[in-house]
Nanobody, 122 residues
């Protein structure tokens, strides 16, 4: 099976920085899109940033200029560098990946991590 494991969340003051990491493991053939989403209490899960295998990126307007997504294809990892954090960035952050399995004959699957809490105090 496949696992996505996030790390790097925590409590930080407004204006501070955090770096989230997500490691994918299991019987993975290839990973197409990797991304970060977040969900605040009482709200829907929203896209924060995504990155394709070739390096193209897309960001939510609210984080442009403050967050940077990157990935290491060889290590099957994706990162989210978060700078100038604001109270409204407080949420559970989830990693996801669209990937093919070694046994799936090219069929794409989406997997999610368990989430990591980011709390920004004002």
């Amino acid at each position: 099976q496949v696992q996505l494991v996030e790390s790097g969340g925590g409590l930080v003051q407004a204006g501070g920085s955090l770096r989230l990491s997500c490691a994918a493991s299991g019987s993975i053939e290839s990973i197409n899109v990797m991304g970060w989403y977040r969900q605040a209490p009482g709200r829907q899960r929203d896209m924060v940033a995504v990155i394709l295998s070739g390096g193209s990126t897309n960001y939510a307007d609210s984080v442009k200029g403050r967050f940077t997504i990157s990935r290491d294809n060889a290590k099957k990892m994706v990162y989210l560098q978060m700078n100038n954090l604001k109270a409204e960035d407080t949420a559970v952050y989830y990693c996801n990946a669209d990937l093919t399995l070694k046994s799936s004959s090219g069929r794409m699957y989406r997997y999610w991590g368990q989430g990591t809490q980011v709390t920004v105090s004002s």
